[in-house]
Structure formats: structure tokens, C-alpha cells
């Protein structure tokens, strides 16, 4: 894990995101916005949107209770960049039922760990493979979707 804390540099705690725009699904909007309601100074980063999703991200958002000044949303990047971004999330938010392989990996070499809820498919238990693997399951939760 990072040896330093973003959220202590930053002032406050940020959340992200970095998966792929058909992952994310009204189930994980819903959660997201639990999530952001529940840590109220929070903010979020969403990385590899494209940019003409980014008002039905932001509109879904608000709709359910989220300030939008808190969503910072970024376009497909470089790679150097996209592994930069991590610099400036404390914690990932898995999508699911689809969970992602490839961005929690990259995200546990950033130092950054990610949240990711196991479902009863293959495709629903990669974030958690990964995070179980790393000896992190505290950041695993079980869900009753499936």
C-alpha cells in the first residue's frame, strides 16, 4: 500500500473510479451515491468515461441527493496518466456484477485498494479474487446480487 494518506494531503476523501462506462449500471450508481451521502466531504473521480456519457453520469448522480461539484469525470487517458490519477484516489469503488480484473490489479500495483462485492458468477468475483490474493480482504464484501 501507498506510504502516504491522499485524503490527509487533499483535506478530504476521495473515491474512484477508472472502469470501463458499460460497467456502470443503476445498481452502482445507487451505491456510489449511498456511498458519497455517507462520507458527506468526500469527493469522487471517474476516469475513462466518455465525455458524452458524462451528463447522464452527473444527471443520475444529483438525482439521487449528490452535489455534482464533488464528481470530477475524465476521458479515456495515456496510460502514464491513467496510472498517475491513482495518485489522487484514496479508495476504488468496484462496479459489479461486472467487477473489473485489469483496473484493481493496476490500482493494487498504484497502492491504491479497491472496494469489490462478490457475486455468485466468474465475472462478479474478479475485483475480489484480486483483493483476497493481495491478503486485503478486508476491502471484500459479500451481496446477495447475483
Not at 45 to 68: C, V
Not at 72 to 84: A, D, S, T, V
Not at 105 to 116: E, K, L, R, Y
Amino acid at each position: 500500500m501507498s506510504t502516504h494518506c491522499r485524503s490527509l494531503k487533499n483535506g478530504y476523501f476521495t473515491f474512484g473510479s477508472f472502469n470501463r462506462h458499460n460497467k456502470v449500471n443503476d445498481d452502482v450508481l445507487d451505491a456510489w451515491a449511498e456511498i458519497l451521502k455517507r462520507v458527506p466531504t468526500s469527493r469522487m473521480r471517474i476516469g475513462n468515461m466518455p465525455s458524452a456519457i458524462w451528463a447522464h453520469i452527473l444527471e443520475n448522480l444529483h438525482r439521487r441527493g449528490i452535489d455534482i461539484n464533488r464528481i470530477k469525470l475524465f476521458k479515456n487517458m495515456r496510460l502514464e496518466h491513467y496510472f498517475q490519477a491513482h495518485n489522487d484516489v484514496d479508495l476504488l469503488l468496484d462496479t459489479f456484477p461486472f467487477t473489473c480484473g485489469t483496473v484493481t490489479n493496476h490500482a493494487v500495483w498504484m497502492g491504491v485498494p479497491t472496494i469489490s462485492l462478490v457475486g455468485g458468477t466468474l465475472v462478479s468475483r474478479h475485483g475480489a479474487s484480486i483483493m483476497m490474493f493481495c491478503g486485503l480482504s478486508a476491502f471484500v464484501l459479500a451481496c446477495a446480487i447475483v
